[in-house]
């Protein structure tokens, strides 16, 4: 009698928290699919094999759900970030490897740049503000320190670190939102781990060029 | 008798033409007021005083209608960037100018760049395919023949025109997809002058010092 108790609870557990990931997960995967952060609440239930009352149970509703997902998909950039600005790295390292952190980021997560702002815009102003502190706020604080630091190491121009933050986010998202794009003119179907390496190239060589002050030298790779 | 026929032709022709365009200004105006290209058939013939049927008979569809949206957009920005490959200006100079103008065009059309790429994404194959070179084709084609232009000038390092478009698209277009975001964390209601000239400035030094050749000095303002 003692045991059986035990391993009901045990698995009740085990399939509420399995439940929980499987819809954060078909919620993820869907995005992935369709390209698109517009997904109903009912394909992300029968994704899951679950149904729409469970996500009610554990996330309140959709928004508690996209919610979930972002903070699943952002929690390990962060504090990413947070290590990275911690260290004694230079400025100019600590921009490279921050860069190619972002676009493994989008690579993983190509919806998560656009779920963001739909999130942020579709939610009222003060839950607007205090989403936008913990899921951007982090990288915005990032460029700030990364600035300073480079304007007195004397590696980078005076930038505007709010400007910073869009133009590279921007310059980083752009080639994962827009699939469609990709395939029709380009004829490219994914970005498989040649072209993921080769926009890491791009990218970081651009931005840190695009930051340094006359006369710096940034390595040419990370 | 011959009078009052052609008074209605020229009037119907007159009516005609205002509901058309007025149907596109209504489309372009709730999707500045939404920040969201998802805007129903019916809102937009409610703005426009106009009804569903009437977007059938102009424009056959929505897509028709979005599509009359985009080509309105960029029309002028792709004949200006023919225009300006065609001079004889130096490579560095036309992706100063080249960028700003971007800018403007955003500025001017903010969802401009989500809309290009949902209605693509959304389209059966051999239409995305003639969609993306009508309205993504020409400024592939202007970054093939600037980067061509700057690295025979000495100016330019030698970067993939397909990841150039996607970087300079995206690092122009962030501000403006990103309204919740700007409204949310920095407090910024709108894009005003004073913003938008310091985001023409900020990219352009950005994107121009990020693709030249070493030993290059780009002239500082445009």
Known sequence: LAVTPKIEVSEQVRVRGDTRSELIAATSALMIEHDSVDISLSEIAGRARSNVALVRYYFGNKDGLLIALLERDVRGAIEALERLIATEASALSKMQHHVSGLLRTYHRHPYLNRLVRSVIRDSPPERAKKLAQ???GPICKFYEALIDQGVSEGSFRKVDPMLMYFSAVGACD????????LKALFDVDEVDDDLRRRF???TVALLTQGVIAPGTIPSSRI
Chains 1, 2 share one sequence.
């Open 200 to 202: 890491i190239d791009h």
């Open 134 to 136: 913990d899921l951007v």
């Open 174 to 181: 752009q080639l994962f939102s827009a699939r469609g794009v």
